[in-house]
């Protein structure tokens, strides 16, 4: 075991096939082999390797298959595995055609544009999940606009709310994510082609048409110039990454805590069991949302320090990106496939929350009532009397209101104001804002 991704332990939880396989060396040398086909037949089609040589690289590579412990020797002498990918290649071309391949480009031109090419399916995948996560709170969120509970303020109850407004609050940011990321795929999905220092002087004149129409074979983008040396579009994918498991991790912070023994607002079927106390259910799927957001955030202060990018080529930037932008990756395509699960699992506990609402003894209604006493004293008094109500209560074990009925001669409809449901303020407006596709955040 090197990571929990690629543990025969772990590994059934944070990683699926579907992502391995997109982050594997074949397909890391697949990809690789498309861009170094592509860029032969668009050099053929421009002239500048001879009519027949590019096709002739293309179906070679078409059906080229290379293990990849091939390369491991010229990766320790390289370290990137273009170079010795490049020679096994014109091993196995004829002759008289060897010399046309990669023709004029670098190794990083190569590795670059082939994890571009990787990255666009990761993102599809990303989207794919996304899209899952929100229809499910979308329903959560529907479901329960009208169930009582209480919003607590570091950790303290504070006043009445709906579960609904809560996951509204999950909602809401993941439906920015989707923006964000559709925002960012343009500058991400670009070709790179600089050749050995960013001019491409081997091709010459034509090396922005080459660069131009290599995009365009690949679909993919094609940049104002060589961006090598430029990290910005990668970490700022990133970032999108990392911020998409901490708001996933927020939402497991929420389970753990509406988890516990002493609230249990919530649970999830299946939760895991304890090798000597046959009482627990532990909420795993949110233990693991919560360390899935953290390692995130570590792994995105690497991939930062790659923007500290040295001249026109930093192999030091080359290997770190390398180490945690999987890892990375590995992360957020979890979170989102186990915040999926959570979901399609979870248990949400009405009658706990009713009643967990009523053992404030109003003192969730504090506030209100401070506000529906100004209408008849100064605030300041009014919250003086409300403050020597809630010792009261506390004292006598009394609900906050019917202290307060006893404190006040207040003209005030005390039993409108003991009902939490008319202490909503415009909840329900805001999950009506949430739920519109996308008009909250065009506001």
């Not at 506030?367 to 004292?395: G, N, P």
């Given at each position: 075991m090197v990571s929990v991704f690629d543990s025969e332990i772990s590994a059934s939880v944070f990683a699926d096939d579907e992502v391995k396989s997109l982050l594997s060396d074949v397909e890391q040398i697949r990809s690789a082999l498309e861009v170094e086909a592509k860029l032969a037949l668009v050099q053929q089609a421009l002239g500048l390797i001879p009519e027949g040589k590019g096709d002739t690289i293309s179906r070679l590579l078409s059906t080229l298959e290379l293990q990849p412990k091939l390369l491991a020797t010229a990766y320790a002498k390289d370290g990137i595995s273009t170079p010795g990918l490049v020679r096994l290649i014109r091993e196995r071309l004829p002759a008289e055609v060897s010399d046309f391949l990669h023709w004029g480009a670098t190794s990083q031109d190569i590795e670059d544009t082939a994890l571009v090419l990787r990255l666009k399916s990761l993102a599809g995948i990303m989207e794919s999940r996304l899209d899952v996560l929100i229809a499910l709170l979308g329903q959560l969120t529907a479901s329960h606009r009208h169930t009582l509970t209480v919003a607590r303020t570091r950790t303290q109850w504070a006043t009445p709310t709906v579960f609904g407004l809560k996951t509204a609050s999950w909602l809401a940011p993941l439906k920015r994510q989707k923006m964000r990321l559709h925002s960012l795929l343009p500058r991400l999905l670009v070709v790179q082609l600089g050749g050995a220092g960013g001019t491409l002087a081997a091709m010459g004149v034509r090396g922005t048409e080459v660069g131009e129409r290599l995009a365009a074979a690949l679909d993919l983008n094609s940049p104002s110039m060589p961006w090598h040396n430029q990290r910005d579009n990668i970490v700022e994918f990133s970032n999108w990454l990392a911020m998409t498991s901490g708001i996933i991790g927020k939402m497991g912070q929420d389970f753990l805590l509406l988890a516990q023994s002493e609230v249990a607002?919530?649970?999830?079927?299946?939760?895991?069991?304890?090798?000597?106390?046959?009482?627990?259910?532990?909420?795993?799927?949110?233990?693991?949302?919560?360390?899935?957001?953290?390692?995130?955030?570590?792994?995105?202060?690497?991939?930062?320090?790659?923007?500290?990018?040295?001249?026109?080529?930093?192999?030091?930037?080359?290997?770190?990106?390398?180490?945690?932008?999987?890892?990375?990756?590995?992360?957020?395509?979890?979170?989102?496939?186990?915040?999926?699960?959570?979901?399609?699992?979870?248990?949400?506990?009405?009658?706990?929350?009713?009643?967990?609402?009523?053992?404030?003894?109003?003192?969730?209604?504090?506030?209100?009532?401070?506000?529906?006493?100004?209408?008849?004293?100064?605030?300041?008094?009014?919250?003086?009397?409300?403050?020597?109500?809630?010792?009261?209560?506390?004292?006598?074990?009394?609900?906050?209101?019917?202290?307060?009925?006893?404190?006040?001669?207040?003209?005030?409809?005390?039993?409108?104001?003991?009902?939490?449901?008319?202490?909503?303020?415009?909840?329900?407006?805001?999950?009506?804002?949430?739920?519109?596709?996308?008009?909250?955040?065009?506001?």
């Open positions: 607002e919530v649970g999830f079927t299946g939760g895991g069991g304890s090798s000597t106390m046959p009482q627990k259910s532990n909420p795993v799927v949110a233990e693991d949302l919560v360390a899935l957001a953290r390692f995130a955030s570590t792994q995105i202060g690497t991939v930062h320090q790659t923007l500290l990018h040295a001249n026109e080529r930093d192999g030091v930037s080359m290997t770190l990106e390398s180490m945690s932008l999987p890892a990375l990756i590995s992360a957020c395509a979890s979170s989102l496939r186990l915040a999926i699960a959570s979901l399609n699992n979870i248990e949400i506990r009405e009658k706990t929350m009713l009643a967990n609402l009523e053992k404030s003894n109003g003192m969730v209604l504090a506030e209100a009532a401070v506000f529906e006493l100004s209408k008849f004293v100064e605030r300041k008094q009014a919250t003086e009397i409300v403050y020597q109500a809630c010792s009261d209560a506390s004292e006598s074990g009394r609900h906050l209101i019917t202290e307060l009925s006893k404190s006040s001669d207040a003209e005030v409809d005390w039993e409108q104001l003991k009902d939490p449901q008319n202490y909503l303020g415009v909840a329900q407006d805001i999950i009506d804002r949430v739920l519109e596709d996308g008009a909250m955040e065009r506001n």
